[in-house]
DNA sequence: GACGTATGTTAATAGTGATAACATTTAAAG
DNA sequence: CTTTAAATGTTATCACTATTAACATACGTC
């Protein structure tokens, strides 16, 4: 019962890691943190997190799941507090992304990181997949009620806008936006796009 | 005269070794080289390279101009295939970005790289601001052909295509754009959202 | 209570960017 | 020319990385 006798066992040593470089994470503002930091933010040794995780890129797996986590209670509350259906119900989606990318910036960028192999892709890819078809069904309960004039599907307009949003929040994340033009405002830009895409034929 | 009589200074190095750093993020498709096979491929020793570079970092951004430069070719080329204010003209610019991240894929994933330093970065700023530039006039001669339903400006159409083209980009860059939907074709995304941000009112 | 497994530890390795101290070549100045 | 300073190389060294090896301790089960 007394924790402070046996100090030689974490207990929990896995959840803690995550959760520790989740913070390093968010303080240092970058993903590029080391093992030795998260060890000693856990109070263990380095070698004791290969206990664990098979290496460095599992550790930031584990966070990547977070993250997705994370992000998924932007869209959540978007979602909360617009009328389905309604065009401020995409568009609050959208802003949601923004905001996540803007507000969680080195979350952002080590979420949508390439895997390099293609078996870790894949382990991810149901987390990433979840997102998006929040908005893809969002999008589907707005042609219910608004007849486009084109004829393309929920699901090519989802990959469209998510395309857009992505792009806006990628170029903000990195800095580039305000090079191109320092008059642009991200959530502007967004909701012009999201109006030609779901209205133009 | 005699090359191999004086083998000690290198003569060119710091080209040498610009070169030497962009084929070996062509070659590995990685952008996450080291300073020691730059000085191996250029055979000279590491430290050697600080002579010419104050560190890692100002070789990367030696690359990146290049790396602009190439992405200019591939711009150029779109330009002088396609006449000047057509539809036709701005999707080949387009097509051509798309073209340029999947060829020289590293290459993408480098340029865009945020530098941190806002100093540095306002140092790049130029050879970034002169692609957009590109497609920002080439916006400008189409709407002297058609005049848009919409009354933005060439340099708000112009930031909104290029994040509509880079989103698409980079998420094919990330390999995100299957996960989302295995059927999606970048260019036809592309010429599907360059008509919507023209036309739509 | 003995014993295997899980989970820690310290020691050690190869590879990283970078600096220091030293060597050689080149170019300028006398 | 020759002396000398600057430029540009070299090898040795450092602090730090991820990771593995060898060893130690605690836990759960028979």
Known sequence: MNQSASPYHHGD?????????????ETTGSYDITIAQVAKKTKVSAPALYRHFTDKEALLTAVRELTHLGMMDYLAHAQASTEPGTLAHLDALGLAYLRFAKDKRAFFGLMWEDQGDPEKRRAEARAKRTGFQVLQEAIELYFDRHRPRHNRTSLQTATLMWSTAHGIATLQHNRILDTFDDEAEPGTLLVTATRAILNAD
Do not use: G, H, Q, Y
């Open 13 to 25: 040593l896995r959840n803690s890691a995550i959760i520790a470089a989740a913070e390093l994470i």
